[in-house]
């Protein structure tokens, strides 16, 4: 039996498991293409 | 070690009262396969480890970058759009339509797409209805009349019926509908 | 001090990368600096510079906005790594062993947050460390390091690669879920990563494939630890769900790793995962074209893939210990004592509590048992190749008679893992599925077993179905070899009392 102190730390890596995001390329430095300006509610919102 | 050790896993009513059903006997694994990316009449043809997002669906919610190599001569190539050595920007709707005017139609799309919420999505916005493409609202695609042919008017004059060339951005290509435009629907 | 001034540099690190690109001139000047000045220059320096970085990176993760970026300083501390392991002239220690130095001290990291903050610790920043350090590499080494001018430093950054990912396996493996639960999750996507599992898998000349069967037996000995029959704890259920996909991935992209390593893998791998093991060892070779194994009128001798062995990565002769001399001197001359010495050799010293179908504990060393077994079809499939297939496929063989020893002097026991071990050797058609294929009919329809054949063959009828009643993928060999059963000319097997005896098992065969 998983002694009860291995079982919840294995919950708490549960909740903290790493996602898509956490594991996508680091990007530090970025040159921004272009500001932010309001554009039209109808327009795609994201990326 | 017999037969009879069977059983448990196969008598439906004693299921998951002895062992994990979806661990012995398991699941159909198609869904499974295809979250992972592998249509099940062609495996092996694309390598899905190479984009692996995560182990689990539920932390699969983006894209991740894949491997890919950038060759030094497509990197500081200098005065791209008269930007001098930096890379060029748009942040000015007044003074880089002018810019944004040498794009061809699907780089305009790129542009439109990927930066929401920005000075070059109105920019690209702009330029492509000067080109007679026209945004539709709840469809969230750019479309223009099909030149072969002229469109029939509803009664009322809300809607007309007609063919038109769409940008599919999903499959990023363009391809002609047949298709009941309404008005009020594009911008 | 001392750690407040490295703490101060890493600061200073993470501020330029945010201001410039990376390959900015003033980047290679602040390297420069780092090391003229001494920073990094001895072995202590080394280690207390990675511990500010390593607690910088983490504790700016832990108070950052979680909306916003948490993972500047953890990313600019990859980056930094990467940047040292290219731009140092390494004349005092090899480039492994400052790798190696650093990954050490971030284990030992890793190692005192997890036992100090228990339930509290938070694997995230650590994940994204290795994830970032991966992604790096992967950035500066590709096209065999192309980016690198200086040719003497491109070579040797060729040479240090394979070291790199070695080095980063061995990290994984110390801190395999057994060791730190509370990095389990991490650890899972860590090692399927896209910059790390197909690296692993194509590494020349399998380089690779070694520590990654470590890993993966890693990964299925915590599973078999904590997987009870009924009651699987909700997380491991979780942590099965991943490897399942994992491995469905593997299967797709180089079934040739599952193909050469099925032996070690399924070593490991808890009895009740019976899908996960048809899996494994449903891989078939890329570009192999398979006849349908449910057609009524294949003929396994004539297919043509049997001629060949598979191709096997890892050797079992190396854990036949003790009975490698007994059984290679049997196969080229047996002898009764031979066969004794086998066949008494192959129990464990004590019970162990086991999570079967059917049995809660063994006695028998079932890995030696898989070693013998796959180890006699390794020498079966040789023999056959320097000779004639009439010397293996001929039941007064050495071969043959090694294995129906096994069962004849064993109890329930020892059969039912002998023959469970055969039924591993079940695959695609190759030399080896073809020659048990043989071994298991004859055995099933031998009749010099005495009172022990109704037995007998009541294990075999089990451990083939148990390998088709599960959902898909079966083993070609696995229904080839039932389904030659059930075409035997003579009685059918449903008339067999042992069969009749339990009805649900009978219309499944009869439906079969």
Redesign the interface.
């Known amino acids: 039996?998983?002694p009860s102190?291995?079982?919840?730390?294995?919950?708490?890596?549960?909740l903290?498991?790493?996602?898509?995001?956490?594991?996508?390329?680091?990007s530090?430095?970025q040159?921004?293409?272009?500001?932010?300006?309001?554009?039209?509610i109808?327009?795609?919102?994201?990326? | 070690y017999g037969l009879k050790a069977l059983l448990p896993l196969i008598r439906r009513e004693d299921q998951s009262t002895e062992y994990d059903p979806s661990m012995t006997l398991g699941i159909d694994l198609t869904p499974v396969l295809h979250s992972l990316g592998i249509p099940s009449n062609q495996q092996g043809r694309h390598r899905v480890l190479e984009t692996f997002?995560?182990p689990?669906v539920e932390?699969?919610?983006?894209?991740?970058?894949p491997r890919f190599f950038v060759p030094e001569s497509f990197k500081k190539i200098p005065n791209v759009l008269q930007a001098g050595n930096?890379?060029?920007?748009?942040?000015s709707?007044q003074q880089d339509l002018a810019k944004i005017s040498l794009f061809q139609d699907e780089t305009l799309f790129y542009l439109?797409?990927?930066?929401?919420?920005?000075?070059?999505?109105?920019l690209t916005?702009l330029e492509l209805r000067k080109r007679n493409w026209r945004?539709h609202?709840t469809l969230?695609v750019w479309l223009t009349k099909d030149p072969m042919m002229e469109p029939v008017v509803a009664p009322g004059g809300a809607s007309e019926r007609g063919s038109y060339v769409f940008f599919d951005p999903q499959r990023w290509e363009k391809c002609q509908r047949d298709f009941v435009l309404f008005y009020n629907a594009i911008? | 001090t001392d750690q407040e001034k490295m703490s101060l540099v890493f600061t200073e690190w993470v501020k330029l990368?945010?201001?410039?690109?990376?390959d900015d001139i003033s980047v290679v000047v602040f390297i420069r600096q780092m090391i003229e000045k001494g920073v990094l220059s001895s072995t202590e320096g080394m280690v207390k510079f990675t511990n500010a970085a390593l607690e910088l990176s983490v504790s700016s993760f832990k108070e950052s906005d979680p909306t916003s970026d948490v993972?500047?300083a953890t990313?600019?501390f990859?980056?930094l790594i990467v940047k040292l392991l290219i731009l140092q002239e390494f004349t005092d220690m090899t480039r492994a062993d400052y790798f190696k130095l650093m990954i050490s001290v971030i284990t030992m990291v890793i190692s005192e947050d997890?036992g100090r903050m228990?339930?509290?610790?938070?694997?995230?920043p650590y994940?994204?460390l290795i994830?970032?350090l991966l992604?790096?590499w992967e950035c500066v080494s590709g096209h065999n390091f192309i980016k690198m001018g200086d040719q003497q430093c491109r070579s040797e950054l060729v040479e240090f690669n394979f070291d790199f990912y070695n080095i980063i396996a061995s990290f994984l493996h110390s801190t395999q879920?057994i060791a730190f639960?509370?990095?389990?999750?991490?650890w899972i996507?860590l090692i399927s990563?896209?910059m790390f599992l197909p690296k692993m898998l194509r590494l020349p000349e399998k380089a690779g494939w070694a520590k990654l069967v470590l890993l993966f037996t890693d990964l299925l000995k915590f599973m078999a630890?904590?997987t009870?029959k009924n009651d699987v704890?909700d997380?491991?259920s979780?942590v099965y769900k991943g490897a399942l996909r994992i491995f469905l991935a593997v299967a797709n992209d180089a079934p040739g790793f599952l193909v050469e390593n099925h032996y070690e893998l399924l070593n490991n791998l808890p009895h009740v995962y019976m899908q996960l093991r048809n899996i494994i060892l449903s891989a078939i070779p890329k570009n192999l074209v398979v006849p349908n194994p449910y057609d009524p009128n294949l003929v396994i001798d004539d297919v043509i893939g049997c001629h060949d062995a598979p191709t096997v990565f890892y050797d079992p002769v190396q854990d036949l210990h003790a009975l490698k001399k007994p059984v290679d001197n049997y196969l080229r001359i047996p002898s009764t004592s031979l066969q004794r010495a086998i066949t008494t050799g192959i129990f464990k010293p004590e019970y162990q509590k086991d999570n079967g179908i059917g049995y809660d504990t063994v006695s028998v060393d079932t890995k030696l048992i898989n070693a013998i077994v796959f180890h006699v079809g390794i020498e079966a499939a040789l023999e056959k190749h320097k000779t004639t297939a009439t010397a293996i496929f001929n039941t007064k063989s050495s071969y043959y008679t090694l294995l129906a020893s096994l069962l004849n002097d064993g109890n329930s026991e020892v059969r039912f893992h002998v023959v469970q071990a055969i039924a591993n050797q079940l695959r695609y058609p190759n030399a080896h599925t073809h020659w048990f294929n043989y071994v298991l009919k004859n055995f099933f329809f031998a009749e010099d077993w005495g009172s022990n054949k109704a037995e007998i063959q009541e294990i075999i009828v089990r451990t083939l179905l148990e390998r088709i009643v599960t959902n898909k993928p079966h083993c070609w060999g696995a229904v080839v070899t039932f389904a030659d059963l059930l075409k035997a000319p003579g009685a059918s097997i449903t008339t067999f009392q042992f069969i009749k005896d339990v009805p649900e098992v009978e219309l499944i065969i009869k439906h079969l």
Request: glycine share 2%; net charge negative; proline share 9%.
């Open positions: 039996t998983m102190e291995m079982a919840s730390q294995l919950e708490s890596s549960l903290n498991c790493p996602d898509s995001l956490d594991a996508d390329t680091p530090l430095h040159d921004v293409l272009s500001m932010p300006h309001p554009t039209s109808f327009f795609p919102n994201e990326t | 997002q995560s689990w932390t699969s919610r983006s894209e991740v970058e930096r890379s060029p920007v748009f942040n709707v439109f797409y990927k930066h929401p919420g920005s000075v070059v999505q109105e916005y945004y609202k969230k911008m | 990368l945010q201001r410039v690109p990376d993972f500047i990313d600019a990859s980056k997890h228990r339930e509290g610790f938070n694997e995230r994940f994204r994830s970032s992604c790096e879920p639960p509370g990095f389990s999750f991490a996507t990563h896209r630890q904590y009870k704890p997380a491991v979780v």
